[in-house]
């Protein structure tokens, strides 16, 4: 099963806005399912389970902080972090859901604050 | 606050069946709001989703995954609040952390892994 494609890393400095990708096809990435676009977001630091961070492409669970944010464009989604902070490096995976490629994860990007 | 807590040996010899548990706490799963999956980590890698099961003890398996066809058993108990992952003749590519987690059934959620277990580290070695 090919896992979607995001970039190995990614870095800034605080304050900073980064943006991660997240491509795959558009039985992925680029379906839906009855018009919903099922692409999720989590953070996970060293030795600890994920957290989600955006589920639906856009939305933010409670509790999540308002600078993440997500979007997508064709098959290709993205994940920006802006106001860079420390606690903001971890790994990172995207995830979508379709009918034909139920529950696949991104390759992981880890996130480097400089 | 709903926790999620797996539970299984660490290590499992060659040729043998893992066997998992997670233990749902702060939710119910006979609810029917959520799907209960399974998640696991190669060391150094990333995230492959082995399957989800349902309350009413309906499951789906990845279908993407030839490693794990025909080796997987879900299992749900609501009286304990509890669902098991079970994968037969393990290999050393079985090695992983395990996490079990929570999906929501609304169309808004679906696809979304809101809560998660730990992780439990499994071992296959002899």
């Known amino acids: 099963q090919s896992a979607l494609t995001q970039p190995a890393s990614v870095s800034g400095s605080p304050g900073q806005s980064i943006t991660i990708s997240c491509t795959g096809s558009?039985?992925?990435?680029?379906?839906?399912?009855?018009?919903?676009?099922?692409v999720s977001w989590y953070q996970q630091y060293p030795g600890k389970a994920p957290k989600l961070m955006i589920y639906?492409?856009?939305n933010r669970p409670s509790g999540v902080s308002n600078r993440f944010s997500g979007s997508k464009s064709g098959i290709t989604a993205s994940l920006t972090i802006s106001g860079l902070q420390a606690e903001d490096e971890a790994d990172y995976y995207c995830?979508?859901?379709?009918?034909?490629?139920?529950?696949?994860f991104g390759t992981g990007t880890k996130v480097t604050v400089l | 606050q709903v926790q999620l807590q797996e539970s299984g040996p660490g290590l499992v010899k060659p040729s043998q069946t893992l066997s998992l548990t997670c233990t749902v706490s702060?939710?119910?799963?006979?609810?029917?709001?959520?799907?209960w999956s399974w998640i696991r980590q190669h060391p150094g890698k990333g995230l492959e989703w082995i399957g989800y099961?349902?309350?009413?003890?309906?499951?789906?398996?990845?279908p993407s995954n030839p490693s794990l066809k025909g080796r997987l058993t879900m299992s749900v108990d609501t009286s304990k609040n509890q669902f098991s992952l079970k994968v037969s003749s393990v290999t050393a590519a079985d090695t992983a952390v395990y996490y079990c987690?929570?999906?929501?059934?609304?169309?808004?959620?679906?696809?979304?892994?809101?809560?998660w277990g730990q992780g439990t580290t499994v071992t296959v070695s002899s």
């Open positions: 987690a929570r999906e929501g059934t609304m169309v808004t959620t679906r696809g979304a892994f809101d809560m």
């Open positions: 702060g939710d119910s799963i006979s609810s029917g709001n959520h799907y």
């Open positions: 099961i349902y309350y009413t003890g309906s499951v789906f398996y990845n």
């Open positions: 558009t039985s992925d990435v680029g379906g839906d399912i009855g018009g919903y676009t099922y």
């Open positions: 639906g492409v856009s």
């Open positions: 995830s979508s859901y379709t009918t034909n490629r139920p529950y696949v």
